[in-house]
């Protein structure tokens, strides 16, 4: 192994951990060069942010047995132990860069950055960087899907700004077993599956999903529906909800079976029922006239 490769596998071991977690413990003694520069300053977990400074030069750095190096702490200032700690060797200007990242499932908050100058044998302290801060974010919040359950929760569970207009294509808030029911409404969240439930007797009457700001709900009133206020239920999956009265009517009366039968015909039969009347009353007037003229002639 050369000597370059054996002190990076030293400074990037457990003497260069140590050495940056007193950064964070103990105060500034030491002359302290010009701020750090942490970018970005704020960050998720796993996603990496570079510390660099400047100012840490080495007055041989020909020697690379001599030369200065950085450690930078990163965590509490009140913990034992940083949450990240790296090392690295400056350039021979003294200017310097780590690049490092939290581990997933470190808690979101603000952390504190040091670093410091350090002696090749990483136990003198040439100077302390003044402190900075870098903020690890709280991950995005996934949307969890909401399973619906069908239930009516009350009025005062409508989310607000939902709203069903009985206008355009909907139906209105009364339908007849049998007759198909159209149902605009908007308010829901962009693409958002929404299912139906028709109460008193809870039935599904279908998943529908919102689509340029409007869901389009249409179904059927089941046959056997009883007549009477019943309760339309639309749940969102992403948690919207949405309650509504709908009024069941009682089904259209059918004709009896010999109406039916003449209808089917498809032929007014009122015409030639008169026709006919008429016909047989000019027979038998004919009928008449004729026999009184041949009465008369026997007379003569």
């Known amino acids: 192994m050369s000597r370059t490769t054996a002190r990076a596998a030293t400074l990037t071991g457990m003497t260069a951990t140590a050495a940056a977690a007193g950064l964070l413990l103990a105060p500034a003694a030491f002359a302290a060069p010009a701020a750090l520069v942490v970018a970005p300053d704020a960050v998720a977990a796993e996603e990496t ?20 190096v950085v450690a ?10 940083p949450l990240i700690a790296g090392v690295v060797e400056p350039t021979e200007s003294g200017e310097w860069s780590v690049e490092l990242a939290f581990d997933a499932g470190t808690p979101a908050g603000e952390y504190v950055v040091a670093a410091a100058c350090l002696a090749y044998d990483l136990e003198t302290v040439i100077s302390e960087y003044p402190l900075s801060s870098v903020v690890l974010t709280a991950p995005a919040a996934t949307p969890t899907e909401i399973k619906p359950t069908g239930a009516i929760r ?4 409508n989310t607000p700004g ?14 007849a077993p ?5 149902k605009v409404l908007t308010g829901f969240k962009p693409g958002e599956v929404v299912t139906v ?33 019943h309760t339309l239920v639309y749940e969102g999956s992403m948690g919207t909800y949405f309650q509504e009265s709908l009024t069941v009517t009682a089904a259209a009366a059918t004709s ?3 109406s039916s039968s003449l209808a089917y015909t498809g032929a007014d039969v009122a ?20 026999r009184r003229r041949s009465a008369e002639g026997s007379q003569a």
């Open 49 to 68: 942010f570079t510390v660099s400074g400047a100012a840490c030069v080495s007055e041989d750095y020909a020697d690379e047995r001599t030369r200065n």
């Open 72 to 81: 930078v702490a990163v965590g509490d200032s009140e913990a034992q132990e």
């Open 154 to 157: 009350g009025p005062q569970a």
């Open 162 to 175: 939902v709203t069903s207009p009985d206008k355009g294509a909907a139906t209105g808030d009364s339908a």
């Open 178 to 182: 049998g007759r198909k029911v159209v």
């Open 197 to 229: 439930t028709l109460h008193s007797t809870p039935q599904t009457m279908g998943t529908f999903t919102e689509q340029n700001g409007t869901v389009r709900v249409e179904f059927t009133v089941p046959a056997g529906t009883p007549t009477g206020d």
């Open 256 to 258: 009896n079976a010999s």
């Open 271 to 290: 015409l030639p029922l008169g026709l006919g009347v008429g016909a047989l009353a000019l027979g038998g007037g004919l009928l008449f006239a004729a």
